[in-house]
């Protein structure tokens, strides 16, 4: 028990410094190709911080355990928009531009919605409450067309009325090793993660798929909430609610994408709630940028948010 409690935090340790060192490496190589802000919040960035999820979730769907990585999902995904913007809007109010409302936000909702339609009903064979390889491909396709849109949006989203942050820029070798280091990192610590987890649930009589939903949410989010708060007080709004937004669509059409790819994915029943929740989020984060001061996600807003998320994480324990 002791050295799998080990194993789990030094797993998470790896998995923080991993995903660091990853996102620094892909920033790098997205501002030499002078790709917009935004654009490298909501794929660059946005891809990066989910790939602790990303790991948690395959190695969990291989081992036949889909509870945690989906937990991590659904967890990480109603952490990061009620929590992380929550918090930053607390600090720093946050101000978005129409197009990242009226598209991402609306691409998020679609998201979280498709991913719960296709995780309870048969779509592409198989029965209900699964993820075939055949939906798992189609997930894979819409993240594919998100990201090609995005792309071509490039040429036209030049942020140039945002301050640009204040990043270390590295060479084009050094952000590739680093890249791969950061890979490499997220993936071991991933593992380790996953196997911790199962023994610290059965330790404490609780569920894979609530420890899923809070510790490893929680502590895979970590990143989002570093790159955010860390954005938003250079006043770079563009990475900082890009960042979780890209992050969570990725986590839905990517992370499900591939990892149903790999093998059919059973959807634990207890989890329909959470999904719900998601959603919910999903929304309230719309129906707050639309209303009050518009596109502007003001103190008050962002207190509101974070008693929701409170509320909902002793409802869970």
């Known amino acids: 028990m002791i050295w799998s409690i080990i194993l789990f935090i030094l ?8 995903s660091d060192v990853l996102i620094d490496g892909s920033r790098s190589i997205a501002k030499r190709l002078h790709i917009s802000n ?41 952490f990061n928009i009620l929590m992380i913007l929550g918090l930053v809007a607390l600090i720093y109010p946050i101000s978005a531009k129409k197009r990242w409302v009226s598209w991402d936000l609306t691409v ?22 699964e993820i075939t390889r055949g939906e798992g491909l189609l997930f894979l396709l819409l993240f594919i067309i998100w990201i090609f849109r995005e ?24 952000s590739f090793i680093m890249i791969l280091g950061g890979l490499a990192g997220v993936i071991f610590g991933g593992e380790w993660v996953v196997n911790g987890a199962k023994t ?25 909430l570093a ?14 609610l890009g960042n979780i937004v890209g992050s969570n669509i990725f986590d839905f059409w990517g992370i499900l994408g591939i990892a149903g790819t790999f093998t059919a994915i059973k959807i634990p029943r207890e989890l329909l ?45």
Do not use: C
Request: aromatic share 12%.
């Open 11 to 18: 797993g998470f340790f790896i998995l923080v410094k991993g």
């Open 38 to 78: 935004w654009v490298i919040g909501i794929t660059v960035i946005g891809i990066g911080t989910s790939i602790p999820e990303f790991s948690i979730t395959l190695f969990s769907a291989l081992q036949g355990k889909a509870d945690i990585g989906l937990g991590a999902i659904i967890g990480s995904n109603t």
């Open 108 to 129: 998020n909702v679609l998201a979280i919605f498709s991913a719960a339609v296709i995780a309870v009903f048969p779509v592409i064979g198989g029965g209900f409450f």
């Open 151 to 174: 792309a071509l949006r490039n040429g036209t989203d030049r942020d140039t009325d945002e301050e640009e942050p204040n990043l270390k820029i590295f060479s084009l070798h050094l």
């Open 200 to 224: 610290i649930a059965f330790w404490l009589g609780a569920s894979e798929a609530t420890v899923g939903l809070t510790i490893v949410a929680i502590g895979t989010s970590l990143p989002e």
């Open 227 to 240: 790159v955010s708060l860390r954005a938003a007080y250079r006043r770079n709004f563009g990475i900082s």
């Open 273 to 317: 709630l959470d999904f719900g929740v998601t959603f919910v989020s999903a929304i309230i984060l719309m129906t707050m940028m639309l209303t009050g001061v518009r596109y502007v996600l003001q103190r008050w807003q962002g207190a509101v948010m974070i008693s929701a998320y409170i509320f909902y994480l002793i409802f869970l324990v």
